[in-house]
């Protein structure tokens, strides 16, 4: 088991360790084994916000002070403690926000008990150092009765460093419908085909004319144009050439009333969102929010994860500039409202660095927690194959088995062909959040899969 814990920083450990001095094998194993096992929250899909509790969101800091490197990458660890600083719950953690010394997380802390009146929060924030001891960069212990469930910032120690803070509400409706959508096909696709290693080393690969095309198709589907599925696939595309311009009647209704459009940050799929989205009541409405935690899912190897653009005004005019469109077509689709949910600052899992699977988990947890308490009932989401899978994997349940075993199967083994789009169904249980329904809507999975 230690073997196995290893290998998933022992890349980004040895970047470091030129530069410290030489670790016994039994400290190396505690450093990784430290860094893996992060006390966390009730993992899997069951206990995902239980029933009762109290849950707080942890929103943001401000004015952290510098730590001991140049770099800041900060986390909150949060526990109730009763009037005389006792524990009455395990640590519980945030992910880690890189190199940024006003981080935004919108954390939901489920912490599992409902509080007496005379307890406390007690906060901590912590920078993560890749080889040595975290450092403590600020701390904070209030009374839980005193946290509203209006946005509030709270001083830390020392001054003038910040955290804002909310209680959150229980949902009324326990039913989510959620419809991922994979982005098109993108340049980084095409260079893989075409074995072009300079294209594939380059960052935040944007769509090709075959994505651009695909993400249409979708469009034209869901509007009930007549489309010809030949538009949608190429030598390199991976999409499924099944279904690509019929849609179920009915998930088709549900799609076309979703009220909250959501896009991952990165170039391929917000320009996915924005040409498979064309027209939609809600993007009219209420425009596209970017969230971070839609991202990619980060591997050694995975460059196409890292992103360039900080927050909504960069984004969409790098959307507009790498479109494979006319420019003044690529301007007017682009000239709709988008909002940074939590890109302003860096979003992305640094270069040399890997998304370990209790940080996909925690992103996981937090995207949950954004859909269920943000009361987002009817969401549509552009993402990536990965990060799809990677949920599909946690949060599918024996009754999606049981109605489609082959799509569950496929769900949790394979990629989303591109710009292939799978509805869930998520119900809010006493015991957690789980997908109790997955059709698919439009499109297959990725070709060799």
């Known amino acids: 088991s230690h073997i196995t814990l290893l ?55 401000s004015r952290l002070p510098e730590s001991r490197r140049e770099v800041v990458d900060p986390y909150v660890k949060v526990r109730v403690v009763d009037a005389h600083m006792r524990p009455k719950t395990p640590w519980f953690h945030t992910r880690t926000r890189p190199n940024v010394q006003n981080p935004v997380w919108h954390a939901y802390v489920d912490v599992g008990i409902v509080p007496a009146s005379d307890d406390l929060l007690d906060i901590q924030i912590w920078d993560e150092d ?63 085909h075409d074995k072009d290693v300079t294209a594939m080393g380059q960052v935040d690969h944007p769509l090709n004319l075959t994505g651009v095309q695909q993400a249409q198709s979708l469009n034209a589907a869901w509007k009930g144009v007549a489309t010809s599925t030949s538009s949608a696939t190429s030598a390199t595309s991976t999409a499924s050439t099944t279904g690509l311009a019929s849609v179920d009647p009915e998930l088709c209704r549900l799609f076309k009333s979703a009220t909250s459009l959501l896009t991952s940050p990165l170039t391929r799929a917000l320009q996915t969102a924005l040409l498979a989205l064309q027209g939609h009541p809600a993007l009219a409405s209420s425009g596209l929010l970017a969230v971070s935690l839609l991202r990619e899912v980060k591997t050694m190897v995975g460059l196409d994860t890292v992103g360039k653009a900080l927050g909504a005004e960069a984004a969409l005019a790098r959307a507009r500039e790498t479109l494979e469109m006319p420019q003044s077509e690529a301007a007017a ?10 890109t302003d600052s860096q979003w992305w899992t640094p270069i040399n660095d890997n998304d370990t699977r209790e940080e996909i988990r925690l992103r996981q947890q937090d995207l949950l927690g954004l859909v269920v308490f943000g009361n987002l009932t009817s ?57 109790h329904s997955a059709r698919m809507f439009y499109g297959g999975f990725a070709a060799g899969h």
């Open 7 to 61: 290998t998933h920083r022992t890349s980004h450990f040895l970047t470091h360790i030129t530069h410290i001095t030489p670790l016994t094998t039994t400290a190396t194993i505690m450093w990784c084994l430290r860094k893996q096992n992060l006390p966390c929250f009730k993992g899997g899909a069951r206990g995902f916000f239980s029933a009762e509790g109290t849950v707080i969101c942890v929103v943001s800091a």
């Open 130 to 192: 890749a080889v040595t001891r975290d450092d403590r960069l600020a701390s904070l212990t209030v009374p839980l009765s005193i946290i509203t469930r209006e946005d509030k910032e709270f001083s830390c120690t020392p001054s003038p460093s910040a955290l804002v803070l909310r209680r959150v509400d229980r949902p009324s409706v326990h039913q989510r419908s959620m419809f991922f959508i994979r982005h098109g096909e993108s340049k980084w696709n095409e260079a893989v």
């Open 333 to 342: 689709l682009c000239g709709v409202k988008l909002t940074a949910f939590d």
């Open 379 to 435: 969401a549509v989401l552009s993402s990536h194959s990965l990060f799809i899978r990677e949920f599909c994997r946690s949060f599918l349940s024996p009754s999606v088995e049981a109605a489609d075993p082959l799509l569950y199967r496929r769900l949790r083994a394979d990629k989303l062909g591109n710009a292939s789009c799978v509805h869930l169904m998520l119900n809010i249980e006493a015991d957690g959040c789980y997908v």
